[in-house]
């Protein structure tokens, strides 16, 4: 069911973990078109961008979390390995 937000979200966590970076941010990025106020989505995308080296990107996609979410545990994680 192309639908539904999270299994867009849970295949791009698994492409991810799999390495397959690219694959990933496209899985989350049409979660996040489904459901563009998902703090949990947003927040993965920020590791996707810090994991291609995108920082400003990662530390701007962790504030936007953080924006919808202000408890948002991975997102305030991500944000703390940009800044630290």
Request: glycine share 4%; no cysteine; charged share 30%.
């Amino acid at each position: 069911d192309n639908t539904v937000p999270d299994y867009y979200y849970y295949y791009g966590i698994a492409l991810f973990q799999s390495k397959k970076i690219k694959d990933a941010e496209e899985s989350i990025k049409k979660a996040l078109q489904l459901d563009p106020d998902n703090s949990r989505y947003i927040a993965e995308l920020g590791h996707i961008y810090l994991q291609l080296g995108f920082k400003i990107r990662a530390k701007s996609t962790f504030e936007k979390a953080l924006k919808f979410n202000p408890s948002n545990k991975r997102a305030a994680d991500g944000l703390k390995n940009i800044i630290a």
